[in-house]
């Protein structure tokens, strides 16, 4: 089967670093993704990693670890700005032919404090 | 800057109604996507376009059919609307290593 696991909810404070994990299970990989998604807003890509380890651009960063199916978005010198979802998404090669379908988690609820 | 626009931020319609929900980009991009998006169950493939006349069903085609007679433009069809057909629905564009987001379109049927 198909499945992406995500926290549905996290808390922490501005300034602070926090960690996002993403746990995934699929036929096959071809790559994940992390969006940040405010409020009623659609989702913007923040990266995309397809090989082993770490992935850094600017304040946020994402790790992968295809033997773990495991994942994780990385936030530092948090900002009351990044309060948003966040959704890890899984391209799986054996799905959709040459488009490789994506798979959503159900997305992580980050709520930045003071 | 990528550029995906939808026809409607909101739209109310009632039930029994035909829908057209349109989605154009300026990427030039094979690849057109659209899905729905509902609390608790995160985003859902309704259809995906590879081309011109191509279609694929995604995860969930029932009560949906789409159209993409042009490279830019990938029109999400609801035949029949019914109140489960509530949802915010997005489109997006997308290549091998990214794919972006149109600003969404919150329908609700009554």
């Known amino acids: 089967g198909q499945n992406i696991d995500q926290p549905t909810e996290m808390t922490a404070t501005e300034g602070a670093i926090v960690q996002i994990n993403c746990t995934y299970q699929?036929?096959?990989?071809?790559?994940l993704f992390w969006y940040q998604q405010h409020a009623g807003e659609a989702p913007t890509f923040l990266s995309y990693?397809?090989?082993?380890g770490l992935e850094e651009k600017g304040r946020f960063s994402s790790f992968l670890s295809r033997s773990k199916g495991y994942s994780y978005l990385l936030l530092k010198e948090l900002q009351m700005k990044d309060s948003a979802s966040y959704l890890c998404?899984?391209?799986?090669?054996?799905?959709?032919?040459?488009?490789?379908?994506?798979?959503f988690g159900t997305g992580t609820l980050l709520a930045v404090q003071p | 800057d990528v550029k995906v626009t939808q026809s409607s931020r909101y739209l109310v319609k009632r039930t029994g109604e035909k829908v057209f929900l349109e989605c154009v980009q300026d990427m030039d991009h094979e690849n057109m996507f659209w899905y729905r998006q509902d609390p608790g169950l995160g985003l859902r493939l309704i259809y995906f376009s590879y081309d011109v006349k191509m279609k694929e069903k995604g995860d969930i085609p029932e009560g949906y059919s789409v159209s993409r007679e042009k490279k830019e433009r990938f029109s999400l069809i609801l035949e029949s609307a019914s109140t489960n057909q509530t949802s915010m629905y997005l489109c997006?564009?997308?290549?091998?290593?990214?794919?972006?987001f149109g600003p969404g379109t919150r329908l609700t049927v009554t």
């Open positions: 997006a564009i997308g290549s091998r290593n990214e794919q972006y």
């Open positions: 998404a899984v391209r799986d090669s054996k799905s959709g032919g040459a488009t490789n379908k994506l798979i």
């Open positions: 990693n397809v090989l082993d």
């Open positions: 699929t036929s096959g990989f071809n790559g």
